[in-house]
């Protein structure tokens, strides 16, 4: 269904389940990038 982490967490936080601290503890994984943060959220990554 999801070609990557980024659609499925765009996804999971577009039916809001997943919120945005979150998504802020994938960027610090590694699994998405401050960009793919800001593009999902449509906030500021502040790290």
Do not use: C, H
């Amino acid at each position: 269904m999801f070609n990557s982490d980024f659609e499925r967490l765009q996804y999971y936080y577009e039916k809001k389940w997943a919120k945005e601290p979150q998504l802020r503890q994938y960027v610090s994984f590694g699994v998405i990038t401050p960009e793919e943060f800001e593009q999902i959220t449509e906030q500021k990554y502040e790290a």
